[in-house]
């Protein structure tokens, strides 16, 4: 069954750090894109960051460009997030997806597997 997991999320003050990982199981990951998205209270889910299948291109929506870095382990199955410098308005759910071309990695409508979420909230 094909699954995407991520951690890594919690309560962090403005100008922290945190890392999210996203860990896939029952498939190829290097055969997928993955993004990161998140949604926050009312808001509709935005895609935040992309990388290619073999981590030769990345995307980054220009809200966290300069303080997020996408990476990925495809040996460990691994997507990493490194979030730097975190806003109050970073604080949402982040989605971890994966997504079959990577020119439409930050639209949900290009996205064909889901995981559940981890809670960031940027907070003093």
């Known amino acids: 069954q094909l699954q995407l997991v991520e951690s890594g999320g919690g309560l962090v003050q403005p100008g922290g750090s945190l890392r999210l990982s996203c860990e896939a199981s029952?498939?190829?990951?290097?055969?997928?894109?993955i993004g990161w998205f998140r949604q926050a209270p009312g808001k509709e889910r935005e895609g935040v960051s992309c990388i290619s299948n073999s981590g030769g291109f990345t995307n980054y929506a220009d809200s966290v460009k300069g303080r997020f870095t996408i990476s990925r382990d495809n040996a460990k199955k691994t997507v990493y997030l490194q979030m730097n410098s975190l806003k109050p308005e970073d604080t949402a759910v982040y989605y971890c997806a994966a997504a079959s071309f990577y020119g439409t990695c930050l639209r949900r409508s290009g996205i064909d597997y889901w995981g559940k979420g981890t809670l960031v909230t940027v907070s003093s």
């Open positions: 029952g498939f190829t990951l290097d055969y997928y894109t």
